[in-house]
């Protein structure tokens, strides 16, 4: 089965501050790779996706992320954060192969609190 | 455009109860999952399903039965609630079509046996 790491369980910032959070996954072939947010009391949401091209990617509010395949790492970035990025971020990734039926696998999560 | 959505939203049960938790989109959507979040743990897949009439087991099913007679819903029913089965439910949705296997999450219904 694949798996999913995340290294920071806790990212404590200030406002203004750069985000950097670790993602690594265990699989060697073709991968979708995905960022989650969940902000405090609601439900996951997309905040970006890589499945082909570019290995750059830009999400939402900011975000964006870089696929390495030779390090196996999906790493979500932010130049400056803001208050309103507190939020829970959720790494996930999927094999578009095999008997996967397309599930996604999650990290346990980076709990990422930013103070004003 | 509702989406996906779950009901009840929030739910106490007593230890040894029968539960069922709905869930219900309406993008026609061919799979459909549900997961369970508790802390130190992030997601863990309990059950999904490829399609009407077809499920399979997740990391952590034990505990859980599913159904999915139409393909809008999804129903998760925990048999015989214990109290190790407090936890926040997500369901979620995607389509069998495309390339990005994105996964589209419904609110959650967090539930507590106690």
């Known amino acids: 089965a694949q798996s999913v790491s995340q290294h920071n369980h806790h990212v404590i910032l200030s406002e203004a501050a750069s985000l950097e959070l670790g993602c690594n996954y265990s699989?060697?072939?073709?991968?979708?790779l995905f960022w989650y947010v969940q902000y405090p009391g609601q439900h996951l949401q997309l905040l970006l996706k890589?499945?082909?091209?570019?290995?750059l990617v830009k999400g939402i509010k900011g975000f964006e992320a870089e696929f390495i395949k030779s390090k196996f790492s999906f790493n979500l970035r932010k130049p400056s954060v803001q208050w309103s990025d507190t939020a829970e971020y959720f790494c996930?990734?999927?094999?578009?192969?095999?008997?996967?039926?397309?599930?996604?696998?999650f990290g346990r999560g980076t709990q990422l609190t930013v103070w004003p | 455009d509702a989406g996906i959505t779950q009901s009840p939203r929030y739910k106490i049960t007593e230890t040894g109860r029968q539960v069922t938790l709905m869930c219900h989109q309406t993008w026609s959507h061919s799979y459909m999952f549900w997961y369970r979040q508790d802390l130190g743990h992030g997601l863990r897949l309990i059950y999904y399903s490829a399609a009407a009439d077809i499920t399979d087991k997740g990391e952590v099913p034990d505990g859980y039965v599913v159904s999915r007679s139409k393909t809008e819903n999804f129903p998760l029913t925990l048999e015989s609630a214990t109290r190790s089965q407090t936890s926040v439910y997500f369901c979620?949705?995607?389509?069998?079509?495309?390339?990005?296997?994105?996964?589209?999450f419904g609110p959650g219904t967090r539930l507590t046996v106690t």
């Open positions: 890589y499945f082909s091209g570019d290995p």
């Open positions: 996930a990734v999927n094999a578009p192969r095999g008997s996967t039926l397309g599930r996604l696998y």
């Open positions: 699989y060697g072939g073709t991968v979708n």
């Open positions: 979620a949705s995607r389509t069998s079509g495309g390339s990005s296997y994105e996964q589209y």
